[in-house]
């Protein structure tokens, strides 16, 4: 019966010395595993700092193009009404046909394509 009392131990402690070395490489993998994580995490910060810098867009930016946008459309809205309207009032006052309405027409958008030509050849500011 000793024996087999002392075999009963071996073999309680075989399966727990087991268990000990299997919990030892599962908290060996884990390590590594966290460490390779927050490697990864420290990596993804510093690409997500460098693609920041590198679509950095300076305060009002985005106001002043809208701003800009809005001064090319009234500029070249502005010119073909002034045209337009020039136009209708010979013809109405000449009692002639639509031809100065046309001719002042495309006077208008001349005009006006000169207007936005004129804007978008101006230097930008640098102080925004």
Do not use: C
Not at 8 to 31: C, I, V, Y
Not at 112 to 128: C, D, L, Q, S, T
């Amino acid at each position: 019966m000793a024996e087999r009392d002392g075999q009963d131990d071996h073999r309680r402690q075989k399966p727990e010395t087991s268990r000990e070395r299997d919990d030892e490489g599962l908290r060996a993998r884990l390590n590594t595993l966290s460490s390779a994580l927050d490697a990864q995490a420290v990596a993804d910060k510093a690409a997500d700092a460098a693609k920041q810098e590198q679509t950095h867009v300076l305060p009002g930016a985005i106001g002043n193009a809208m701003g800009l946008a809005v001064r090319v459309l009234s500029e070249f809205v502005a010119a073909v009404l002034v045209g337009t309207v020039i136009g209708w009032w010979i013809d109405r006052t000449a009692g002639t046909t639509p031809a100065f309405l046309i001719v002042f027409l495309l006077l208008g958008a001349a005009a006006g394509f000169w207007n936005v030509y004129r804007i978008a050849m101006k230097p930008p500011n640098p102080e925004g």
